[in-house]
């Protein structure tokens, strides 16, 4: 069972939305690969035109800790951080059940 997730919503700066999505999209393949990432997925709002929410879920804290302490956790951070209007906001979860969990 999945035992940690977390939203993060990020607001791209005015047209920088596509290219966002396109770097968040590459990141979920790489997280994807990372044992224990149970889901990484990317949402573009309907209502927000330049935000975008991403959803994490992990094993457990180690999961997501090892999946933060990762190069390319580190390189896209700072590539996504230039198409930010600001920092990302972040939601801490603890996931409790449901289908792909």
Do not use: C
């Amino acid at each position: 069972m999945t035992k940690i997730g977390v939203f993060l919503r990020f607001v791209a700066r005015d047209g920088k939305k596509e290219a966002l999505l396109k770097h968040l999209l590459e990141t979920a393949e790489i997280a994807g690969k990372e044992p224990g990432t149970k889901l990484w997925t990317v949402h573009s709002s309907p209502i927000e035109p330049n935000t975008v929410w991403v959803y994490e879920a992990y094993a457990d804290e180690q999961s997501k800790k090892r999946h933060e302490s990762t190069p390319e956790y580190a390189s896209a951070r700072e590539d996504t951080g230039r198409l930010l209007a600001h920092p990302p906001q972040a939601f801490p979860l603890i996931p409790v059940g449901g289908k792909g969990l």
